[in-house]
């Protein structure tokens, strides 16, 4: 199995399973709804521009390396990539807060109003292209594409645990390290919390510049003011760009909710979705091999899911019908390419049995109504 999807699977696995810790232990303020958009946010979209982060990465240590970690013991060019790569997350994650293209990128990730891991997961389609100019310093001094790659999947890791809203207090760990609860100060929605604790992985850059805040007393709030989110991750990632340039929502185009769909079934139709999504990483991982045109229309497929997906969460007739789209043209391709094994015969089946069963009306209910397995 490709290395690149193991640790997407096991982030999928654990995000679900606290959802249903949290979910059974606070079924009165727990909704479904917020973990499906922060897992559907923006995986296919933030992947396609990880991957160009990486070769841009991988141009500069190729070509413009400076070359100063060349003679260093191999301990201390991982050292000094550890250290360097949060110190740049730290001003990258503060300044994404004071200027307001970067904040446009970064509004998405703040929006979310329930702190559990799906939190971490939740972002705009661009964060990795922001990401760039923070990290190419490391790539001047020399540090490997490898060893930045390996690095960086160890630090989003540890922001990914600390969006945990199970974890207790880490005792000692507390004063070095960046826990879940200096991170949930970050989200809090008032008081100005969210222009404290810009750390990512080190809490200690927090206290030496002066951001770093213990939690409130008062009760609190996730989240952000202003206008709410659509749970569209098409509108999200891009309506701050065009508030920036002066274009607003037009209300007449906001609808009501048609339908209400089951959380039983938004969950399993994004579970469906993102295995495809683990499969096409699995194929293609960063970069482009094989038949390009066959890798381009998966993605383009899988992109268009995301949003017929949000249609489903909101209620729209159009989500149905696009779902169910998305669904046939998907199982099409698997055969018109002969992935005829049995993940993709699976998987692609049961989207497209999933699309059915919605578009006939199965796991819908009136707008309005109650579910009862929420």
């Known amino acids: 199995m490709n290395e690149l999807t193991i640790p997407v699977i096991f982030m999928v696995i654990i995000v679900v399973a606290e959802a249903a810790v949290i979910a059974r232990k606070s079924p009165a303020s727990f909704r479904w709804r917020d973990v499906v958009f922060n897992l559907n946010s923006g995986h296919i979209m933030l992947w396609l521009f990880r991957g160009l982060e990486l070769f841009c990465y991988g141009f500069v240590v190729t070509h413009f390396s400076a070359g100063l970690t060349d003679s260093w013991p191999e301990w201390s060019v991982w050292l000094f990539a550890l250290i360097a790569w949060d110190f740049g997350f730290y001003w990258l994650h503060r300044l994404h807060h004071k200027y307001r293209l970067l904040w446009a990128v970064h509004v998405v990730h703040h929006q979310g109003e329930q702190f559990n891991l799906s939190l971490g997961v939740r972002n705009s389609w661009?964060?990795?292209?922001?990401?760039?100019?923070?990290?190419?310093?490391?790539?001047?001094?020399?540090?490997?594409?490898?060893?930045?790659?390996?690095?960086?999947?160890?630090?989003?890791?540890?922001?990914?645990?600390?969006?945990?809203?199970?974890?207790?207090?880490?005792?000692?760990?507390?004063?070095?390290?960046?826990?879940?609860?200096?991170?949930?100060?970050?989200?809090?929605?008032?008081?100005g919390f969210a222009n404290r604790n810009f750390g990512g992985s080190f809490i200690f850059w927090d206290k030496l510049f002066g951001t770093f805040s213990e939690s409130p007393q008062a009760p609190h709030r996730y989240g952000i003011g202003g206008e709410a989110a659509t749970e569209n991750p098409l509108i999200d990632s891009n309506r701050p760009f065009l508030r920036m340039l002066g274009i607003k929502n037009n209300p007449r185009q906001i609808r009501s909710a048609q339908y209400r769909i089951r959380?039983?079934?938004?969950?399993?139709?994004?579970?469906?979705?993102?295995?495809?999504?683990?499969?096409?990483?699995?194929?293609?991982?960063?970069?482009?091999?094989?038949?390009?045109?066959?890798?381009?229309?998966?993605?383009?497929?899988?992109?268009?899911?995301?949003?017929?997906?949000?249609?489903?969460?909101?209620?729209?007739?159009?989500?149905?019908?696009?779902?169910?789209?998305?669904?046939?043209?998907i199982l099409l391709l698997i055969s018109a390419v002969g992935w005829l094994t049995p993940f993709w015969l699976m998987s692609g089946g049961l989207l497209w049995l999933h699309s059915l069963l919605l578009l006939t009306g199965a796991g819908i209910a009136p707008a309005g109504e109650p579910d009862a397995q929420s």
Do not use: C
């Open 126 to 191: 661009y964060s990795s292209l922001t990401s760039v100019p923070f990290f190419l310093l490391l790539a001047l001094a020399g540090v490997p594409l490898s060893v930045f790659m390996a690095v960086s999947v160890l630090h989003y890791t540890i922001q990914f645990f600390n969006h945990s809203g199970l974890i207790p207090r880490l005792a000692w760990l507390e004063k070095i390290m960046v826990t879940p609860h200096h991170h949930r100060v970050h989200h809090v929605k008032d008081g």
């Open 263 to 329: 959380d039983a079934f938004l969950v399993s139709g994004t579970l469906l979705l993102f295995v495809l999504v683990i499969g096409y990483i699995y194929r293609y991982g960063y970069g482009y091999s094989g038949n390009t045109t066959v890798q381009a229309a998966l993605f383009v497929l899988l992109a268009a899911g995301t949003a017929a997906l949000s249609g489903l969460a909101a209620g729209q007739q159009w989500g149905r019908i696009s779902w169910f789209a998305v669904a046939t043209f």
